[in-house]
């Protein structure tokens, strides 16, 4: 459902697929506002119970039970290295609220499905912002967590993704902030992935984590969903800025990370690891010792055989 007012959410986020863009000097990618005739989008899909009102929020599930919805691009990213941050909004009635929201960047796109709206078994970077607990003790909820898919691996949704966890951190009072509340992830193609937030104050970003050998699909669509159960909340995304990056750069954050939770690398079907060329060199060195054995082995069988016969 589209609300006829000016579409400025939809074209920030057609940012972050360069179709038609103007790159500023910063490298930021803009696209003016737009809808056809049909008060539809060009450039990203949608579904479920997702509601647009365009001067103001795209809201993923309004503060009802039992929703979800999902917004997808309809064209891959294109960019090698980026920074995509997001400004949403997670609120609702009452004291009691779920179930979260995604930011995805999968090879798959509107799916929907069991995992915060969007489908499971799914290829490539997950990120979700979980607002309520199943069955994860010790956690602080909201859990901003990310997830590596190889499309064969399940969301274990029952104890809060924490077999899949890739890395997270919690962040209490992120849900209803009294500041706009944000979340920036940087990206290097199979050097580095860092998460960072905004919820305490205007423009102070805090680091979730940082961890590296990532690799992410060739083509892969830029992709948010959530989910209601029992409990409800509207989730909405207020607008989405994208930067294509070409030299690494600080982002912002504080560069001391004492303790700050640090991923152990998890790439399922990326680059092997160094520990892996090393066995396979073993391997070859193996081969050719047994190669070489047999042959000297050989040789001395006929040697001795020709020696028989006098």
Not at 210 to 227: D, N, V, W
């Amino acid at each position: 459902m589209i609300l006829p007012w000016q579409a400025s959410t939809l074209w920030v986020l057609a940012a972050c697929i360069g179709v038609q863009a103007v790159t500023t000097p910063e490298g930021v990618r803009q696209i003016p506002p737009y809808l056809d005739s049909d008060m539809q989008s060009r450039y990203f899909e949608f579904g479920e119970d997702t509601i647009v009102r365009a001067d103001q929020y795209i809201r993923l599930t309004s503060d009802r039970q039992a929703q979800s919805g999902w917004l997808f691009s309809k064209m891959p990213i294109t960019a090698t290295n980026w920074m995509i941050e997001v400004e949403f909004k997670i609120h609702g009635q009452g004291h009691l609220h779920g179930d979260g929201m995604a930011v995805w960047i999968t090879e798959e796109r509107g799916k929907p499905g069991k995992v915060f709206g969007s489908t499971d078994n799914f290829n490539g970077l997950g990120i979700f912002i979980d607002t309520y607990k199943n069955s994860r003790p010790g956690v602080t909820f909201p859990y901003v967590m990310a997830m590596l898919g190889n499309s064969s691996v399940s969301y274990d949704k029952d104890h809060d993704g924490k077999d899949n966890e890739l890395a997270g951190c919690s962040a209490r009072g992120l849900r209803s902030g009294t500041i706009p509340t944000k979340i920036r992830m940087t990206y290097y193609a199979e050097v580095s992935l860092r998460v960072d937030l905004q919820w305490k104050s205007a423009d102070e970003w805090t680091e979730c984590f940082e961890t590296e050998q990532i690799k992410l699909p060739q083509t892969a669509y830029l992709g948010f969903s959530a989910e209601t159960g029992e409990l409800s909340d509207n989730h909405d995304i207020i607008n989405v800025a994208a930067h294509n990056l070409h030299i690494r750069q600080n982002t912002g954050a504080s560069a001391n990370r004492g303790g700050k939770p640090q991923a152990k690398p998890y790439n399922p079907g990326g680059t092997k690891a160094p520990g892996s060329w090393r066995w396979f060199f073993l391997k070859i060195i193996l081969f050719g010792i047994v190669v070489v054995g047999g042959y000297v082995g050989y040789t001395m069988y006929r040697t001795s055989k020709r020696g028989s016969r006098f």
